[in-house]
């Protein structure tokens, strides 16, 4: 579907991503609507936010009257409100995308179906169960809860030492996926867009470092290897099969074998946000693009770019000098343990020159840190 010059946006979830999105759309004349049963989202700062729970049909019926097409920037949005909503406006990526990526188990079957690489794994619905998968693992693992799980949220790590009985406790009552533990040299992402014509454009590879199962910082152009493309060439057919319109992003573990699928987010990712700076047209405008109907733009990155993310506290960036290379974005969150809470991208002509802009951010940090505390 094609929409008219000026269309509205109704984004399902109201967070930094539905926030961003719009930041993309205002220059192309795009207006916004929210849903986010939060009357806090912080989409809400940058445009109107329908705020109520995702069964209250008549405030959906609000919300669609609003709005010429919709999307989402959360995968959790539950199936039925997705649904409802696209018995009258058309909602971009199709939500049966959703309902494959809102359990890890079905995903990862996906995966195996059109014969891509995934990990091992192993579905637990007793404690019996995670005993076995645990020793066959050498009890090198992690569990997970296969619906819910986000910036590794409902993870649970196995260990040689680890007290399974106690893990169980704390995870049993819901469906459960264990994973072997892969032990990969690096992670990667594959940012594609595809349009309703079924064009297929993709980002520079990324690199991404995690710590505590939330992204800490990525960097694109990852540096070459054989694999990496594959990677793309999986994202690729993974888009084709799905007739996905909008961003898709898969994450992959390097592995000195090859390339295994982690998982996929069926919306625009934070492994995508140095696009803002670091490409020609950012993964956010792309995704408006491909949901309006638009031309897609193109994804060839400007040069080199780092994101760091700001998880739990901000900086103080009205007390730092403003430099042409580094470009903050706060969302306008209340801060809080394990929370993101904004991202800095730091661009450069070449890896090189990235890598010392890196560490001369970082001084600066801590430097005013010093100087605060
Ligand atoms: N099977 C695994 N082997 C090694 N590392 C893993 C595995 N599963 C998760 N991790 C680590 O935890 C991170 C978050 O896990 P992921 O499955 O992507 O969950 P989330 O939905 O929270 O992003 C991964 O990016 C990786 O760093
Ligand atoms: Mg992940």
């Known amino acids: 579907m094609k929409t008219h010059t000026q269309p509205v946006i109704g984004v399902l979830g109201g967070g930094q991503l539905a926030r961003m999105l719009a930041l993309a759309g205002y220059p192309l004349g795009m207006r916004f609507v929210f849903f986010d049963p939060d009357p806090n989202a912080c989409a809400g700062q940058v445009g109107p936010l329908i705020s109520a729970g995702y069964d209250d049909t008549r405030a959906l019926d609000e919300f669609m009257q609003r709005v010429d097409v919709v999307t989402f920037d959360f995968e ?128 520079a590879i990324t690199e991404n470092k995690h710590n505590n199962g939330i992204l800490a910082t990525s960097t694109a152009p990852a540096r070459h290897s054989e694999n990496a493309q594959k990677a793309q060439e999986y994202a690729r057919r993974i888009a084709t099969e799905l007739a996905y319109v909008g961003v898709l992003v898969v994450e992959f573990f390097e592995t000195g074998e090859g390339v295994l699928i982690n998982e996929m987010a069926p919306r625009v990712h934070n492994s995508g946000h140095w696009t803002i700076e670091g490409a020609m047209t950012s993964q956010f405008e792309n995704h408006l693009r491909a949901v309006c109907g638009w031309p897609l733009g193109m994804t060839d990155s400007w040069g080199y770019a780092a994101m760091l993310n700001w998880i739990g506290s901000v900086p103080d960036i009205a007390h730092m000098p403003k430099q042409p290379h580094i470009h903050h974005h706060l969302y306008g969150k209340q801060p809080r343990p394990g929370r993101k809470v904004g991202h800095t991208t730091i661009t450069a002509e070449g890896p090189a020159h990235l890598q010392q802009k890196v560490v001369a951010f970082a001084k600066q940090l801590s430097d005013s840190l010093n100087a605060a505390g």
């Open 76 to 203: 959790n949005v539950p199936l039925s409100t997705v649904r409802y909503v696209q018995q009258r406006r058309a909602v971009y990526p199709d939500p049966d995308v959703l309902e494959i990526s809102q359990d890890r188990l079905l995903e990862k079957r996906f995966f195996q179906r059109l014969d891509l690489p995934v990990g091992p794994f192993f579905p637990v619905n007793s404690f019996s169960e995670l005993a076995f998968g645990a020793k066959s693992y050498d009890f090198e693992g992690f569990l997970k809860t296969r619906r819910m799980g986000y910036d590794g949220k409902g993870q649970f790590r196995i260990t040689p030492g680890a007290d399974l009985k106690a893990i169980w406790q704390q995870a049993a009552g819901q469906p459960l996926v264990l994973e072997k533990r892969v032990g990969f040299k690096r992670e990667i992402s594959v940012i594609s867009v595809r349009d309703s014509d079924g064009q297929i454009l993709q980002y």
